[in-house]
């Protein structure tokens, strides 16, 4: 009789959001690879991988793991059953249990995604030279991964060598038109159809010279934050 055990992780494993984790699962005793089976199942039950008679079977995966999920063909001879997940969801957070059958014998261990969320904002990180009086949009997006209502806050400031002034503010799913100082007031606007896809882009109207400088677009989501720059320059 032969007894194996599977090596438990050390402990949670932390992802970023659309990235790449291995899934640990050894044994401590090489097994043959006759009649051996290796079971990835999440914590509802789901089957993210099966290998079987000697070889893995992606037909029998849930089809929310097809093409992501994969064992290391060539390692699993050597008792390495570990996965490759490969673009990380948010839905993947959980529990994932390793379960190695060998003949008359079984074990198991169980691995835990705690994955993290990568808040990406983009803009357009160039300058920009209107001409007084024009119409500028400085662009700030949001990654499309965090959906908008997790987002907290979006600031639109002016760096300025005195600090900081505020430009624009969207709160609590709201815009904050109160907050926006004289300077600024309706003549500083996000595009409010677009606040819904995560897109605080800023639109300042008849653009003086007073406005020229540096202009910065921050994001809070959880306890995530990011931000993109700008420079506002006028031409003569």
Not at 3 to 23: D, E, N, T, W, Y
Not at 185 to 205: T, V
Request: with cysteine; proline share 5%; net charge negative.
């Amino acid at each position: 009789f032969l007894g194996f055990v599977v090596q438990s992780p050390s402990g949670p494993l932390v992802v970023p959001l659309g990235g790449s984790v291995v899934l640990p699962c050894s044994v401590d005793t090489l097994l043959p690879v006759e009649g051996l089976e290796v079971e990835w199942k999440r914590d509802s039950g789901t089957l993210v991988h099966l290998f079987q008679d000697g070889e893995s079977r992606p037909e029998s995966q849930h089809q929310d793991y097809y093409d992501r999920a994969h064992f290391f063909t060539e390692e699993i001879q050597h008792g390495n059953f570990s996965l490759l997940l490969n673009n990380v969801r948010a839905e993947d957070k959980g529990e994932y249990r390793c379960k190695v059958y060998s003949d008359q014998d079984s074990d198991e261990n169980v691995v835990e995604i705690k994955y993290v969320e990568r808040l990406i904002v983009s803009g357009s990180n160039h300058s920009i030279s209107p001409y007084e009086g024009e119409d500028v949009t400085l662009s700030c997006s949001v990654d499309s991964h965090i959906p908008p209502e997790e987002i907290e806050e979006v600031s639109w400031k002016k760096i300025d060598k005195d600090g900081e002034i505020l430009v624009l503010l969207f709160q609590y799913n709201e815009i904050r038109t109160e907050s926006t100082p004289d300077q600024y007031k309706d003549r500083a606007e996000f595009f409010a159809d677009e606040i819904p896809k995560a897109n605080f882009s800023l639109r300042l109207k008849s653009v003086r010279n007073a406005d020229k400088g540096v202009y910065m677009c921050l994001v809070f989501a959880g306890d995530f934050s990011a931000n993109t720059t700008m420079e506002v320059k006028i031409s003569k």
